[in-house]
């Protein structure tokens, strides 16, 4: 199955790296939740696809979350799984996205998807991926521009056809595979075991 490589934007949180914004994916909670970012732009997102998340650190991408996709919903359905479970994720995730992304939001087709949480995780340190990917690319398609050139500007989806390739990369380099949500003391409601 083909998935994709997606920026956005991190910070250090004890040593891990996480979304900037705290908001999406949502990694403060189990199942990890993704409904905004890149969205708008039509990514077609399939269950059992993976999404590696990369976010630029000290001037290289390097990946900070590895997502498979369980399960999509409708997004209504998923604030009525999941918003009256953790008030964290009710305001970060959920609020603050239904107030930047009103428009995406108003249409029918309106997703959250949900991770597997038996193969997604974050790896620790984050790992470097960007000549890797870059030479996946260039293989797959004629001409493709380098990460550092391709997300200059707002960035989009890269969908790859190798996307096992570049996931067994992060799996080999990864010192420690964060399975569960990040979060005080290292859990969150959502989650039933401790931050490993």
């Keep these: 199955m083909v998935g994709?490589?997606?920026h956005h934007k991190t910070s250090?949180?004890?040593d891990v790296r996480a979304d900037y914004f705290r908001n999406d994916p949502y990694v403060w909670?189990?199942?990890?939740?993704w409904s905004f970012c890149h969205l708008n732009q039509n990514p077609r997102i399939e269950v059992g696809m993976t999404?590696?998340?990369l976010s630029r650190a000290d001037r290289e991408y390097v990946c900070d979350l590895v997502f498979?996709?369980?399960e999509a919903i409708p997004f209504n359905e998923a604030i009525r799984r999941y918003m009256h479970l953790d008030p964290d994720l009710a305001q970060r995730h959920f609020r603050q996205g239904m107030t930047y992304h009103a428009a995406q939001l108003a249409k029918s087709?309106?997703?959250t998807y949900v991770a597997n949480m038996t193969r997604s995780y974050i790896p620790h340190p984050a790992v470097s991926l960007e000549a890797?990917?870059?030479?996946?690319r260039s293989r797959e398609r004629l001409g493709a521009k380098p990460l550092a050139l391709a997300w200059a500007r707002p960035s989009v989806?890269?969908?790859i056809r190798a996307i096992e390739q570049l996931c067994s990369v992060v799996r080999d380099r990864a010192l420690t595979r964060i399975s569960g949500a990040l979060g005080p003391e290292g859990h969150s409601p959502g989650e039933e075991g401790p931050l490993r």
């Design 157 to 159: 989806p890269l969908r």
């Design 109 to 111: 087709t309106a997703t």
């Design 51 to 53: 999404v590696l998340w």
């Design 4 to 6: 994709y490589v997606v």
């Design 68 to 70: 498979v996709v369980e």
């Design 29 to 33: 909670f189990s199942p990890y939740l």
């Design 132 to 136: 890797e990917v870059d030479s996946v």
């Design 12 to 14: 250090l949180y004890d």
